[in-house]
């Protein structure tokens, strides 16, 4: 019934196989594969006609993960998986990034790629195994699809680069001082088409030789999937690019010069404007049937992108005027909004971001719900892109995977830099606004995301800062490597390759290629052309820091302290009562966790000194000489019991009260009286041993010797 094909290979410390044939046999393209006891499902199905007039390539990714995967049962009221987590957005993204650029020009039917995982054994990230699948099945699907890929991901430990480490080594790096780097790299057998990366301040020379070492443990992956489409490929789908160079040659007859003079415009809404009245003209000078052409976008395309590349690398010059390696103009500005706890407005030429920053207790923390496990993030980074920030009408308020893509990007090449939650212990939430965009926005919330966190007064280790990096590769191999990308170089160029990082090193990566002709060395130079704009950008957010920035009166203020463990239990007290009590007295609001690590957070010091001083008194234990200020709470007939620290009580002996001898303790003392006392010792027993005469009563001082003598 069934016809299996398996391929199966060691890889790393774990077994690689790829198996099709026996589940969803009418999808074009279905493999499961599984690395260790992790395994995913990639079905691909495409269309066999193009949608009439469509003029883009509809690929859509779906990776979704199932809770069945890892034995659990999601939350919430309806117990069933609902819309995207973040980690399932990002993943889909990883996906169809490297796959998009290798489908035979000209392709345009529909494709769609769905990844399912089946099982997750807690140590192999399902990401990996997910982009292995995918590239597999469309291998095998017949669809015109110019690959395979590989994918790994990479660690860096004591120096060395670890491939595909496991779930928990990269989880939350920050707390990890061992491992430096989490980097995800996918590529042909020639050339690597993507990459991204959460580092820890890597050197150009580190990042570049983890991309290599990847590249490299990717090369079996690509031979398995090869051996698997010589067992269980389909026949190749017939399909022939449409020859339209009689239609190009039209369009360049009817409007390069007026398409020339467009580009040459420096200001983007004059040149969008430009652009739009040149491609008019063009219009007018074809021919009906021409103008009903379903190539005529394409062959616009093209005299755009070889007017536009043409002249950048014969020239070195670009649409508006720099130099390959020249940053826009920047403005960097803090402080602008009053109520806020942090903010600053970013401008980078025509892109602008402003960036908010805002400030809260362990309560704000964002609670997430994976398949490896809960766990608790205390940095958030939203970013937010409206239609009015490129000048256009358009849906507003939807969160797309563009805008979430571009916020983890950001948030990767922060988080780095931030301070360990013991010495921070803040939520920190980061908003990015961007108000205008022509070029890298996420690179622009990274520079106004460091200055609005230092804003808010966010002790961050350095100042972050990225740039965006694009190249124009021709066919005769001569290229150019171009600095802060505008949109229209992003567009038309070869490589979009955006690095963030502080003066000591690399941060945050991500790369696409989409062509399969990047060497290392045109990666090298990228880096270091970045590297140089990383550093001029860095200067010019430094004119924005004039010192500390004072802590906000609206944020709220934490204090932390430390208590044993087998403290927990009295801080916290039967129900809760005894924390409850606390917060009520101190107006402070109080968390503790299962470590004995206390936050204690009020706008008001007031509050959180009466809420530090009431927990300390009941797990501090009382020092031997010191001196207390209680309160009799019992008069006896040879003493009276004192209360002097939290909830303990002691003895002070009669013969302890005063300085002459007492007929009963009752004649200087009664019932609820403040005394000071001081704390002598303990007895055989344990029992607390407190003397009154050797204080003064009226100062709380001890007095000198001749003073307590009889």
């Not at 196989?17 to 499902?41: C, F, H, P, W, Y």
């Not at 020379?205 to 999937?225: R, T, Y």
Request: glycine fraction near 10%; proline fraction near 4%; include cysteine.
């Amino acid at each position: 019934m069934f016809n299996v094909t398996t391929k199966s290979m060691e890889w790393g410390e774990e077994t690689l196989t790829l198996e099709t044939g026996k589940v969803a046999r009418q999808a074009d393209g279905s493999v499961i594969a599984t690395l260790g006891e992790t395994s995913v499902m990639a079905n691909v199905t495409f269309a066999r006609k193009q949608k009439p007039g469509q003029d883009f390539f509809p690929l859509t990714v779906h990776y979704n993960e199932k809770y069945y995967a890892a034995g659990k049962i999601p939350g919430g009221f309806f117990k069933r998986e609902a819309r995207p987590t973040e980690k399932e957005t990002l993943t889909s993204r990883l996906i169809d990034r490297p796959i998009r650029p290798l489908f035979v020009p000209g392709f345009k039917n529909e494709v769609l790629v769905i990844c399912t995982v089946l099982s997750h054994d807690l140590v192999n990230d399902p990401d990996m195994v997910a982009m292995i699948a995918a590239s597999a099945a469309l291998t095998i699907s017949g669809a015109p699809f110019m690959g395979p890929i590989g994918a790994c991901r990479v660690g860096f430990e004591d120096g060395d680069y670890v491939l595909n480490p496991t779930v928990d080594d990269m989880q939350d790096l920050r707390l990890n001082p061992e491992q430096r780097l989490d980097l995800v790299v996918a590529g042909t057998k020639d050339a690597v088409m993507m990459v991204e990366s959460e580092a820890y301040e890597l050197s150009e020379a580190e990042m570049l030789g983890a991309v290599k070492f990847a590249h490299e443990q990717i090369q079996p992956v690509i031979d398995l999937i090869i051996e698997l489409a010589e067992a269980a490929a389909k026949e190749p789908f017939d399909f022939q690019p449409v020859d339209y160079s009689d239609l190009y040659e039209a369009v360049k007859a009817a409007g390069e010069t007026e398409m020339r003079a467009a580009f040459a415009i420096g200001d983007k809404q004059e040149r969008t404007a430009a652009v739009a009245a040149a491609r008019e003209t063009i219009l007018a000078a074809l021919t009906e049937e021409q103008q009903e052409d379903a190539n005529l976008g394409s062959a616009m395309k093209k005299l755009e992108a070889g007017i536009l590349r043409g002249d950048v690398v014969k020239t070195g010059k670009r649409i508006d005027g720099r130099k390959t390696d020249e940053i826009r103009d920047i403005v960097a500005e803090t402080g602008l909004l009053p109520r806020t706890h942090g903010s600053a407005l970013f401008t980078r030429g025509e892109t602008q971001g402003l960036v908010v920053t805002t400030l809260g207790t362990g309560d704000d923390e964002q609670f997430i719900d994976a398949l490896h496990g809960n766990f608790k993030s205390n940095f958030l980074l939203h970013y937010n892109f409206p239609p009015y920030s490129v000048g256009e009408v358009g849906r507003f308020g939807f969160t797309g995977r563009r805008e979430i893509g571009h916020g983890k990007l950001a948030w990767r090449a922060l988080q780095a830099v931030l301070p360990a939650s013991t010495d921070f212990p803040y939520t920190i939430r980061v908003v990015s606004e961007i108000t205008e965009s022509n070029g890298s926005s996420s690179m622009a919330s990274v520079c106004g995301g460091s200055l609005s966190m230092m804003d808010a007064g966010v002790p961050l280790k350095a100042p972050v800062a990225g740039v965006a990096m694009g190249l124009i590769l021709e066919d005769d191999g001569s290229y150019a490597i171009l600095s802060d990308i505008l949109g229209d170089e992003d567009h038309l160029g070869d490589m979009d390759f955006k690095v963030a990082g502080t003066e000591n090193g690399i941060t945050s990566l991500q790369m696409d290629i989409k062509i399969a002709g990047i060497t290392p060395e045109i990666m090298e130079k990228a880096l270091a052309q970045a590297k140089d704009g990383r550093l001029h950008i860095l200067g010019e957010m430094n004119k924005a820091l004039s010192g500390a920035a004072d802590f906000s009166i609206h944020a709220p203020r934490i204090e932390t302290m430390q208590v044993p463990t087998d403290k927990i239990r009295e801080v916290i007290g039967s129900g809760g009562k005894v924390i409850r009590e606390i917060v009520e007295v101190s107006g402070a609001k109080v968390d503790i966790n299962d470590d004995g690590i206390i936050k204690i957070a009020s706008p008001n010091g007031d509050a959180i000194k009466k809420a530090y001083e009431m927990i300390h008194a009941i797990v501090a234990e009382p020092e031997e000489g010191a001196i207390y200020t209680g309160k009799v709470v019992k008069i006896v007939d040879f003493g009276a019991f004192v209360n002097f620290f939290g909830k303990r009580d002691g003895l002070v002996h009669v013969s302890q009260i005063e300085n002459r001898r007492l007929n009963h303790p009752s004649d200087v003392l009664k019932e609820g009286q403040e005394v000071k006392v001081k704390l002598l010792g303990f007895d055989d027993r344990g029992k607390v041993r407190l003397s009154m005469k050797m204080i003064d009563q009226t100062t709380g001082e001890e007095m000198k010797k001749d003073e307590t003598a009889e």
